[in-house]
């Protein structure tokens, strides 16, 4: 129990610390590289937290494809930021974050305590779930019970999300394509 | 006491992170940066989602045949899985727009790019006050 919240605070502080070092990197390829161990320490962080499913999603969508989805982009884009100064903009940008910050940790003192087996959250439908999915449905896994079967139209409407954005970044970048080629034909065919 | 301490510890960091990620989409002119910036954001409230289904002393939500087991809450689980396929669906939408914007304006800086957009607009009004 101890060592199980010790654990926790260790690799949340740890996210921490990547997340720090996010802020002042200038060189691309090591933000999009600590944002794939940010992600996969969070993985860690789930399966710490008894969320399987979500740990091996993230590690291999949040950890694996995003960072893949990065360095694809990276490779048509400049791969070194501009140098910024510290500025009027970022001294408003970290007066706000701080105000929002500081509203947040204040309001944590009303939040429930981590891991109390009767805080809110744990009173309602879960029993329900848990029961259904071993007598109605009969898979071992709750999760993948309520993922398909009692939140299934849920499901359902995040297949209808993902196929809207390959659409949309399809469309964004196919049109670029083809311009370059319509413009490399013209060229070939002025030169003649 | 160790247990108030940690009990809320979790909270403040994820807090903490999501301060972080909104500072970086504020404050950082590089467009890419913004989308690290909201992924950062969205790990954090993922976390938060997932530390609200925990229980102590629970298992992961896979049935066992020990009846006295206690299951930590599938529900938040649910949600996040969901979230975190979107949250990457999204990411590809972003980084998809920027290499178009770089495509179309040489830059992905947020001042040069509204740079470019000025000397562009400046110039078409000239144009049309020769005419």
């Known amino acids: 129990m101890i060592t199980e919240i010790i654990i926790n605070a260790f690799l949340v502080s740890f996210m921490l610390v990547i997340a720090l070092f996010i802020v002042n990197t200038r060189k691309v390829i090591f933000t999009i590289l600590l944002a794939g161990t940010y992600s996969l320490v969070a993985a860690l962080m789930f399966v710490s937290l008894d969320a399987v499913?979500?740990?091996?999603t993230e590690a291999s969508v949040g950890a694996g494809i995003s960072t893949i989805l990065f360095l694809a982009a990276l490779s048509f884009l400049p791969k070194e930021e501009v140098q910024e100064s510290f500025n009027k903009n970022n001294i408003f940008a970290l007066s706000i974050c701080l105000l929002i910050g500081g509203l947040l940790i204040w309001a944590s003192y009303d939040l429930p305590m981590v891991g109390n087996e009767n805080n809110p959250v744990h009173q309602h439908l879960v029993s329900d779930f848990i029961e259904g999915s071993k007598n109605h449905i009969g898979i071992p896994n709750v999760v993948t019970a309520i993922l398909a079967s009692y939140r299934g139209y849920d499901t359902f409407g995040e297949t209808i999300v993902i196929y809207t954005a390959g659409l949309a970044v399809f469309i964004l970048l196919y049109n670029r394509t083809l311009k370059e080629t319509n413009?490399?034909?013209?060229?070939e065919i002025s030169k003649k | 006491m160790i247990n108030e301490i940690f009990g809320v510890w979790n909270y403040w960091i994820v807090f903490t992170l999501m301060m972080i990620g909104l500072y970086i989409v504020i404050s950082k002119k590089s467009l890419l940066k913004k989308v690290v910036g909201l992924a950062i954001f969205q790990t954090s409230v993922f976390l938060?989602?997932?530390?609200f289904?925990?229980?102590a002393g629970g298992t992961a939500p896979i049935i066992t045949n020990n009846s006295e087991e206690i299951y930590s809450n599938p529900l938040p689980h649910v949600l996040i899985l969901t979230a975190i396929v979107v949250g990457v669906a999204t990411t590809a939408l972003g980084l998809a727009l920027i290499v178009r914007i770089n495509k179309a304006y040489g830059s992905i800086n947020e001042d040069e790019i509204s740079a470019v957009d000025l000397v562009d607009y400046h110039e078409k009004f000239s144009e049309k006050k020769n005419k």
Not at chain 1, 53 to 56: E, K, L, Q, S
Not at chain 1, 183 to 187: A, M, R, T
Not at chain 2, 48 to 51: D, F, K, P, V
């Open chain 1, 53 to 56: 499913d979500v740990a091996f």
């Open chain 1, 183 to 187: 413009k490399s034909v013209k060229n």
């Open chain 2, 48 to 51: 938060l989602y997932i530390t």
């Open chain 2, 53 to 55: 289904g925990k229980i």
